[in-house]
Structure formats: C-alpha cells, structure tokens
T-cell receptor, first 114, second 112 residues
Framework: QKEVEQNSGPLSVPEGAIASLNCTYSDRGSQSFFWYRQYSGKSPELIMF????GDKEDGRFTAQLNKASQYVSLLIRDSQPSDSATYLCAVNSLTTDSWGKLQFGAGTQVVVTP | EAQVTQNPRYLITVTGKKLTVTCSQNMNHEYMSWYRQDPGLGLRQIYYSMNVEVTDKGDVPEGYKVSRKEKRNFPLILESPSPNQTSLYFC???????????FGPGTRLTVT
C-alpha cells in the first residue's frame, strides 16, 4: 500500500513566524510533488509543485524535496491569518501499477494566531 | 471562465437509490478524477480517466462506477448507495498527473 503521510496538526503558528509542514511518501517511484491549500468547506487549490531535489521558492512559500529520504516539506514565511487552512501533500508515481494515480496525504491544519 | 462544475452540490438520499453526480470541465483536459474526502483521511482517489473511454480504479473504487464518453464529462454513479458513502466528493481535471489539478466545488452527499 503506497502512502503519503502528514502530521494532522493543528500546527499553531504566531503571525509573522515560519510554518514548517512535512510530508513523507513510501513509493520510491514518485516523480511529482504538490502542495495544495484547502480552506474549510472549499476546494483544494495548488500552492506549489516540485519535481527535483532541492528547494523551490515562490513568494512566501518554499517547497523542499529530498527523494533519497522520501520527504517533501513546505515552509510558509511571515505567516498571516489568511494562511490558516489545511495543507495537503500530493504525490504521483510513474511506476506501472500506479500510473495515473495521484495520492494525497490527510492534510495538516495550520492555525496562524495574531 | 475555465472551471470544473459539479452537480448537485448537496444531496441527501436513501440507501439503495441510484444516483449520479455530474462533472464537467471546459479546459479540454485529458485527465479527470473523482475523490472523496472524509475527516482524518484526506482526499482518496475513487476513479480516474486518462482520456475518453479510458478509465481506471483509484484507491477506493468499491461501490462506484464512472464513464467517460466525452472529453468534458466524467459522471460518478452510485448504483446502490450505502451510508458509508456519505462523504464530500470532488471532481478534478488536468492535463495529466504531473501538473496542477483543477478541482470542482464539491458535492456533499448524505446517504441515510
């Protein structure tokens, strides 16, 4: 069973601080990694994607990928109350038995406190 | 406006009464997928389709059917719904699994 795991939280972060979210995956054939943000009662929306080992920055968000250790993380700098949401990690694999599938973690709830 | 639409948005039904949730996208995407979301379990993929007439099972396909007769539409069929299918359902589309998924607004289904 291929899995994507995240800490469920809630992760409480003071406003202006850095929020650090982690995601581990079990399928070594995983190729593409995504972070989605989901507000309560709403649809997920893409925050970041990363394909290669290392860091990728977009505004206040940084995604980090380490394929050898099978984890991907998301850093949110200068956290704002509007960042309070659930963050979903998603992974796709190109192995034969997983072709076409996209697996999501259960999500980490982030609460930014003023 | 580029979008994924789902209907209905809310549905309360009884055990065993067949239902269909429609999904349509206007972005000419090849890949479409259905997910269910339950508390503590995240999004779980039910079925996906790589293109017209090409569908395959996700991680939780039991009790569901799909069809892909047209590129834009990907309906989810529950032929005999049961209470354990009470959930929030999302349809999504994209150019493939290696790029952004565009999600519909969700359908909240309650089976009594």
């Amino acid at each position: 069973q291929k899995e994507v795991e995240q800490n469920s939280g809630p992760l409480s972060v003071p406003e202006g601080a850095i929020a650090s979210l982690n995601c581990t995956y079990s399928d070594r054939g995983s190729q593409s990694f995504f972070w989605y943000r989901q507000y309560s009662g709403k649809s997920p929306e893409l925050i970041m994607f990363i394909y290669s080992n290392g860091d990728k920055e977009d505004g206040r968000f940084t995604a980090q990928l380490n394929k050898a250790s099978q984890y991907v993380s998301l850093l949110i700098r200068d956290s704002q109350p509007s960042d309070s949401a659930t963050y979903l990690c998603a992974v796709n694999s190109l192995t034969t038995d997983s072709w076409g599938k996209l697996q999501f973690g259960a999500g980490t709830q982030v609460v930014v406190t003023p | 406006e580029a979008q994924v639409t789902q209907n209905p948005r809310y549905l309360i039904t009884v055990t065993g009464k067949k239902l269909t949730v429609t999904c349509s996208q206007n972005m000419n995407h090849e890949y479409m997928s259905w997910y269910r979301q339950d508390p503590g379990l995240g999004l779980r993929q039910i079925y996906y389709s790589m293109n017209v007439e090409v569908t395959d099972k996700g991680d939780v396909p039991e009790g569901y059917k799909v069809s892909r007769k047209e590129k834009r539409n990907f309906p989810l069929i529950l032929e005999s719904p049961s209470p354990n299918q009470t959930s929030l359902y999302f349809c999504a589309s994209s150019l493939g699994t290696s790029v952004e998924q565009y999600f519909g607004p969700g359908t909240r289904l309650t089976v009594t």
